[in-house]
């Protein structure tokens, strides 16, 4: 028998479509680079901001870094890599503001010269020491494709809502900023096993004031850095791991991002060290870790969707 009006904060959305969009790739021969994430997403930007990609409108850009040439050294034979691949792709609605045929003629007519400019001013930008020159670019390709607009969201400003007993009002999902947190450390080789990596993962956010819970999602990666070939029985083996740790804080989380940031800009390896060291040792893991070297974090904006709220009447 109850009324309910939909109120403040409930959300309506609107299906997906399908729409057209164009798909362009193209490559670029580099010196050698570590495929770290930090590297690649600076490289990245790089490349879009040479060719006039601009983010946002929709586009989405994905970008590799691969080794191509490597280097058997007389001593100590490590098998190094003398080069990097960028691969970039971009895919442009056809909502987007951004010109496609602008953007192929552009990558046509790219030089070397130039890209190495955008790229070396993509580094700095995001404070990484990263010395690169362009060998060569391959002719740019696209293509026509689909993607799907995303649904389209409405949410109401100004009614009440009642509820009678026993009847459950459900508020739809809201999207709200959100800061994400990246850093990585170069450690000491362990095994790349989930046990591993969660441990690692857990000792890293205790390390810096990350703790669970108000919707804070975190990742990390343990990665092979270094490969050495024995002389017997001429294995190719890891000697050390690159550890790629990311938190995505919501602005309604309890979390200070900026405390997290300048305990992170400020981390020492012993501490890193001496954190992992104990969440590898909580889990009942035998994992001796040093700590080599802590890059320097990011922060950058982003959105995350809060899970709905459902509330239930208590009286008519």
């Keep these: 028998g109850a009324t309910t009006t939909t109120g403040a904060g409930v959300t309506t959305t609107t299906g997906a479509n399908t ?7 193209q490559s670029a021969l580099l010196s050698y680079i570590e495929n770290t994430p930090k590297n690649t997403e600076a490289a990245c930007d790089g490349f879009a901001t040479a060719i006039g990609v601009t983010q946002g409108s929709g586009v989405t850009q994905t970008c590799t870094l691969t080794d191509v040439t490597r280097r058997l050294q007389s001593a100590p034979r490590l098998l190094t890599p ?8 971009a895919t442009i609605p056809s909502t987007s503001s951004i010109n496609v045929s602008a953007v192929v003629n552009t990558a046509t007519n790219l030089q070397p010269a130039a890209l190495q400019s955008s ?9 990484l020491t990263v010395n690169v020159t362009v060998a060569s670019i391959e002719a740019p390709t696209k293509k026509a494709t689909t993607v799907t607009a995303a649904p389209t969201t409405t949410t109401g400003t100004g009614a009440t809502t009642t ?12 999207t709200i900023p959100a800061s994400q947190f990246e850093q990585s450390a170069l450690l000491s080789y362990i095994e790349n096993t989930p046990k591993n990596t969660e441990a690692a993962c857990d000792g890293f ?7 669970q819970g108000s919707g804070v999602t975190q990742t990390c990666t343990l990665t092979d850095v270094t490969r050495r070939l024995q002389s017997a029985p001429r294995l190719l083996t890891p000697t050390s791991s690159r550890l790629n740790y990311t938190a995505t804080i919501p602005s309604t989380s309890s979390i200070n991002v900026s ?3 300048n305990t992170a800009t400020n981390l020492q390896p012993a501490a890193l060290q001496s954190s992992l060291t104990a969440s590898f040792s909580k889990q009942n893991l035998t994992v001796n870790v040093t700590v080599a070297s802590i890059e320097a974090p990011t922060k950058k904006a982003t959105t995350v969707t809060a899970a709905p709220t459902t509330t239930t009447g208590t009286g008519a």
């Design 19 to 25: 729409i057209p969009a164009s798909q362009f790739e």
């Design 259 to 261: 405390a997290v940031v």
């Design 82 to 89: 003398t080069s990097s691949r960028l691969n970039y792709t």
């Design 163 to 174: 509820t009678g007993a026993g009847v459950t009002t459900t508020t739809g999902a809201n």
């Design 205 to 211: 956010a205790t390390a810096i004031g990350v703790t």
């Design 119 to 127: 790229l070396t001013a993509s580094f700095s930008k995001q404070n």
